[in-house]
């Protein structure tokens, strides 16, 4: 995911929710967050699907989602 294509979910930040305004940056490598220049808050990149915070590696999730889809 691009940092473009983040936003800042914060409610105090002045550009809540604004897509491509140039204020979200990378800050991590392992675990994908970005850092919003404007009020300072780290966003994660899986924030809002069913894989943040999660501790189980994505794939295996993805394949026992998919298994118990097919019965």
Same mark, same amino acid.
């Given at each position: 995911?691009? %940092?473009? *294509?983040?936003?800042? *979910?914060?409610? *105090?930040? %002045? @550009?809540?929710? +604004?897509?491509? +305004?140039?204020?979200?940056? &990378? !800050? &991590? +490598?392992?675990?994908?967050?970005? =850092?919003?220049?404007?009020? &300072? !808050?780290?966003?994660?990149?899986?924030?809002?699907? %069913?894989?943040?915070? =999660?501790?189980?590696?994505?794939?295996?999730?993805? @394949?026992? =989602?998919? @298994? @118990?889809? !097919?019965?």
């Amino acid at each position: 995911m691009k %940092p473009s *294509d983040m936003f800042c *979910d914060h409610p *105090d930040c %002045p @550009l809540r929710s +604004q897509r491509g +305004q140039g204020n979200i940056i &990378g !800050h &991590g +490598q392992k675990e994908r967050r970005f =850092l919003c220049t404007a009020c &300072g !808050h780290a966003v994660a990149a899986s924030k809002g699907t %069913p894989f943040y915070r =999660l501790r189980t590696p994505a794939e295996r999730v993805t @394949l026992v =989602l998919a @298994l @118990l889809g !097919h019965g």
